[in-house]
């Protein structure tokens, strides 16, 4: 990458663009993969102190922070479409703008929660209910953990960026530095240090400014050259930080629509049982394994899409979008055939328990069917993304809640934990058919790039 920036080249056949997903899709696969390794540590390390409380409350604590920083991932998608867009429009102004306009809203929002933390963190912890001793662990954890809030919402935002000006190679270099650096200042610490949760909590911390380091270390690339006149734009006009908070304003709600549906879904386990609960929690691991690749195309999809938005490359958007849904539908086709072939496998390998083994078995056909019902979803997601469509995404994912959701859940409670996951898969579907919906009247009108940046 170099500190030009300069557009790349749509893709102008078929072919050309299946290549151009795929290149932009695969580092972003391969940083997917490397999440579930950073936890394995972190499981490892603690789970072998002398004392299970520790291990609990770095459990509690880190899914404390998942749901906090899962809540302001928009800072990442929003990016993306406005970063992609203006690249597509070859608008380095804009491009600069954004990123450092992108910066402060991280930094403001991280600063934000470091001061409300006092009342953030026993208010979540209250809520995920811990032990006593698990909890005074996790709170340790939290108190120190909190502190990373600037450097995670700031990577965030670098992330998009980078991802939106089409250069996916960047984000799994971030996060490889992140997690490697992770892994082994928990080692550090933990092992060779002699400290507990504190120490895991620090190591995150370290990590995550680490990793912001290095990432605004290539951002600065793009102000080389520029002058004074030009970095002041960040803080004005008005305009260009009332469009990024309107776009991010739909994909936050979108996003406490989209937790709010995983934390039912695991409230409502919770009330079947401890073995149910622990089946659905090894079965929600197929979910993950799926999403790494429907994700990692959607996620190039974002990128391609608003490059031809901004280039007002019609054609070029027609075959983006073909060719991003050839890989998703082969993704997921592959993703239920190892499911259907393999799950059992996996559950054997994820649990040693029989009872929770055996629930998860009865099961599994779910996980078989759920990367055909959800493949939409996600590639959709990443068009709407793209094209900055995002209160549609907003209004479709209420309406796959409150209308989708709910109701089956409501109406499939004699058939306990199937219809559990009949409502989740349900809400899945709802999401893709109604975001379908509107992506199809779009493109059979040829309104896409009329309605672009409606937010």
């Known amino acids: 990458m170099g500190a030009e920036y300069s557009s790349p080249t749509a893709p102008r056949t078929p072919g050309a663009a299946r290549r151009r997903v795929m290149a932009l899709a695969w580092p972003l696969i391969v940083s997917n993969l ?82 409300l933390h006092p009342l953030l963190i026993p208010a979540g912890l209250a809520l995920l209910d811990g032990s006593a001793a698990v909890t005074a662990e996790a709170d340790t954890y939290a108190r120190i953990r909190i502190l990373s809030a600037p450097a995670v919402l700031a990577n965030y935002a670098l992330i998009g960026w980078f991802l939106g000006r089409g250069y996916s190679r960047i984000t799994l270099v971030l996060m490889i530095v992140n997690n490697v650096a992770n892994i082994l200042l928990d080692l550090l610490f933990v092992v060779g240090l002699g400290m507990t949760t504190d120490g895991v909590a620090l190591a995150s911390v370290m990590a995550d400014y680490l990793a912001l380091i290095v990432g605004a270390g290539w951002a600065l690339h793009a102000w080389r050259g520029w002058g004074w006149r030009r970095v002041a734009g960040v803080f004005g006009p008005v305009a260009g930080y009332r469009r990024l908070l309107g776009v991010n304003a739909a994909l936050f709600i979108r996003t406490l629509c989209l937790l709010f549906a995983f934390a039912f879904f695991h409230s409502q386990g919770a009330q079947l049982g401890d073995v149910t609960l622990a ?29 031809q938005i901004g280039a007002d490359d019609e054609a070029g958007f027609r075959r983006v979008v073909r060719a991003a849904l050839e890989w998703s539908l082969a993704t997921a086709m592959l993703a239920s ?88 898969v349900s809400f899945t579907l709802a999401r893709g058919v109604l975001l379908g919906a509107v992506f199809w009247r779009s493109w059979r009108h040829r309104t896409w790039f009329a309605a672009a940046l409606d937010a």
């Open 279 to 307: 089946a659905n929690a090894v079965l929600l691991q197929f979910v993950l394994l799926a999403s790494y690749g429907l994700d990692g195309f959607a996620h190039a999809t974002e990128s391609l899409v608003g490059q």
């Open 34 to 115: 490397t999440v579930p390794l950073l936890g394995l540590v972190d499981t490892a390390v603690v789970g072998h102190l002398s004392d299970s409380r520790y291990l609990g409350g770095v459990t509690l604590g880190a899914t404390l922070f998942s749901f906090l920083y899962w809540g302001f991932g928009f800072l990442r998608m929003g990016t993306t479409g406005l970063a992609a867009q203006a690249c597509g429009r070859q608008d380095q102004d804009d491009l600069i703008r954004l990123l450092g306009q992108s910066l402060m809203l991280a930094a403001v929002i991280g600063l934000a929660l470091i001061a």
């Open 337 to 424: 055939l190892g499911f259907a072939l393999g799950g059992e496998a996996l559950i054997r390998l994820l649990t040693d328990l029989p009872d929770v083994r055996a629930m998860a078995e009865r099961f599994l056909p779910w996980m078989v069917a759920m990367p055909l019902l959800a493949v939409a979803s996600y590639l959709l997601d990443g068009i709407f993304i793209g094209a900055t469509r995002t209160r549609a995404m907003r209004d479709t994912m209420v309406v796959a809640v409150v209308a989708g959701y709910l109701p089956v859940w409501w109406l499939s409670q004699p058939l306990g934990n199937h219809g559990l996951w009949l409502a989740f």
